[in-house]
């Protein structure tokens, strides 16, 4: 692939007032290559130089992401789960034991009332309640307490104690919803980060009784700007430096220069390092709209930072020489054909698991279909295996993040079925549709038992432990209004936001 090869100075930043949705090209499907050439015309992908005095913290492996993290916790200074997936990989879902009996409410957030907030997308202006995709949240160990961070639909982050609801600092107010889920630092540095859809990604501390912004990144700080300014993926950090991705098509690499001041307080000294164009010309020609928001997560395996946009653009960038000031290098691009705002999965081999949806109809994704397994070291010719879910109208597909689990891979279709497909092959082990419709959420695995949730606002708990049996349902609970949020699993409980605007601990019944 060629490398975008232009780096310059950054655009001068946009209005805030500017609109949010940008109107889309005329529609055309001229191409359906399977792999394209990066385009070195436009858009422009930016370097800049990171702080000459700031110091890297060496990795334990020679490289940005070890591969025998996979399905692990990343970080060793904390225990918790710190970001959406748990890892670099999106490969960790929390730590057991997982409820096997119908679990019963622990506690709840708001005691009372509901957390809600007005916001306005191409739609119009609705009032939104409670959490909502992906919203996962983040657990953690700090000073011999559990806390739970989550952001929500209330224009807050709140900041709980896991075992008992209660409020620990203040929640931190932003100016609109927050869909996303938060990521917490995992070196000790008491820092959250976080988007909202009021046009800024946050670094906010937590260490002086109450959440203090440290600095923020405008959806228009890079220009052009297609779709909107919201920030919905949860970010990743390493060696000091912060991985995301924004609504606005672009994404940033972020030398953070954490440390602390004379009075003991988190202090960061941020400098964008690296912005790069989530498309690409031929993207534009192919998919015949400007709709090229990233709203998935990152991931990053050994030396290669891979995201997706939701024009089905994946791309996978070489980025071995950040560090030392070298521009990463475009290396991986596929395009599956329509939006994918699933974050990329990577197993232990390096092989990538994408969930795609399938809204637009279009020739390239009823060829590719909406669960593929890549092999990214043949850029040419990339697709393992592949499944589809092609409903004659509507929406059908892929919203939610695969899961693996042992030797299958984990995935729930928009209608309300959750599949279990052979890794190698890719043929079909069990499928099952839950009794209450659709499933946004991304499916969980610990100890062997599968979480997911519907669009009902029923829980539902499967035996999966044989992955070549069909599941056994353990359980099936009323949580509350659909259910989107990814659910968190830490020590006996589930942690899970529901869009009727309550956010639950659930547990095993004593």
Known sequence: MTQLARYGVRPARRPRGARRRLTAGAVGLACLLLVAACDTTEPAAQFHTPDATATTPAAPFDGWSDPAGVGKPYGSTVTGLFTFRGNLTRTYYGEGPVPRKAPVEAWRYPRSGAMCGNSSDENGTRVWCGTGFTGEPAIFERDGRTWVVFGAYDYSVHFLDANTGEQIIPD???????????????????????????????????????????????????????????????????????????????????????????????????????????????????????????????????????????????????????????????????????????????????????????????????????????DPSKPDDPLVWSQKDQAASGRSGVWGTPALYQDIVIYDLTGGDVVGLDRQTGEQRWRFHTPGGETWESPVVVDGVLVIGDCTGHLHGYDVSDTHAAPKELWTIKAGGCLESTPAVWHGKIYVGTRAGAFLALQEPK
Do not use: C
């Open 172 to 374: 931190f107010k932003t100016g609109d919803i927050i869909k996303g889920g938060v990521t917490i630092d995992p070196d000790g540095f008491p820092l959250v980060y976080t988007g909202s859809r009021d046009n800024y990604f946050r670094i906010i501390s937590f260490d002086q009784g109450k959440p203090v912004e440290l600095w923020k990144l405008s959806a228009y700080s890079d220009s052009p700007v297609y779709w909107n300014n919201d920030w919905d993926a949860s970010a990743l950090i390493i060696d000091d430096y912060l991985f995301e991705g924004g609504e606005n098509s672009w994404f940033h690499i972020v030398k953070l220069n954490r440390g602390y001041d004379s009075k003991g307080h988190v202090t960061v000294k941020p400098k964008v390092v690296f912005t790069m164009p989530g498309w690409d010309s031929q993207l534009k020609k192919d998919f015949g709209s400007t709709q090229f928001s990233i709203e998935g997560g990152a991931t990053i395996y050994k030396n290669t930072l891979y995201f997706s946009n939701s024009a089905g653009l994946v791309q996978g960038w070489d980025i071995s020489g950040v560090k030392q000031g070298v521009a990463p290098k475009r290396i991986f691009r596929f395009w599956t054909g329509d939006d994918t705002d699933a974050s990329v999965v990577v197993d232990q081999d390096g092989y990538l698991y994408v969930g795609s949806q399938y809204e637009k109809h279009n020739a390239r994704s009823k060829q590719i279909g909406q669960m593929m397994k890549l």
